[in-house]
């Protein structure tokens, strides 16, 4: 039902506004809000990318990665998030695009890998193709994707004991 719903919403090659499903609306935007709770809440938290006085501020990604990585074990979501195993946009001879899997560094903590599917299923649904893939009109697969990585949000905030911020519980 979904994915019919789902492949109605593109005509000739082309996603329409107005026939996406209201599920997929708000899965999207639930996704996007809690994504952007979490990295305002490292950034509250003093995990910055800069570091300098007059640098912009962004998210530091890298600095909760390693500051979290020995006590982070992988949940039933994570390792449901690498078993999807998200692809990425990338691009093809002739300047075609395509996609191919995430590629996980092996030396990398579990902690990492997971930062980096989480951020490459908010890239695809954020800028990424809506075309070409095996994968890119089944909406249930992008439900799944979407909630996994919200679920991974959840237990994110709580490694960093930083849920109040996240969830603005003041």
Do not use: C
């Not at 579990?110 to 299923?121: E, I, Q």
């Amino acid at each position: 039902m979904i994915q019919a719903q789902f492949a109605a919403s593109y005509q000739g090659g082309f996603m329409r506004k107005e026939n996406i499903s209201a599920e997929i609306t708000e899965q999207a935007f639930d996704f996007f809000y809690w994504f952007s709770r979490f990295e305002f809440s490292l950034k509250e938290n003093g995990y910055l990318k800069y570091k300098n006085p007059g640098n912009r501020a962004e998210p530091g990604w890298d600095d909760f990665v390693q500051n979290h990585s020995d006590k982070y074990s992988l949940s039933q979501s994570a390792t449901a998030l690498i078993e999807q195993s998200p692809e990425q946009q990338i691009v093809l001879p002739g300047r075609e695009l395509g996609w191919r899997p995430v590629k996980l560094d092996e030396d990398k903590s579990d902690l990492a890998r997971v930062v980096r599917l989480l951020k490459t299923v908010r890239n695809n649904l954020f800028h990424g193709g809506k075309h070409g893939g095996a994968n890119w009109d089944n909406p249930a697969r992008t439900i799944h994707l979407i909630l996994l990585s919200k679920a991974i949000l959840d237990e994110f905030a709580a490694l960093g004991d930083f849920e109040a911020d996240y969830k603005r519980i003041y």
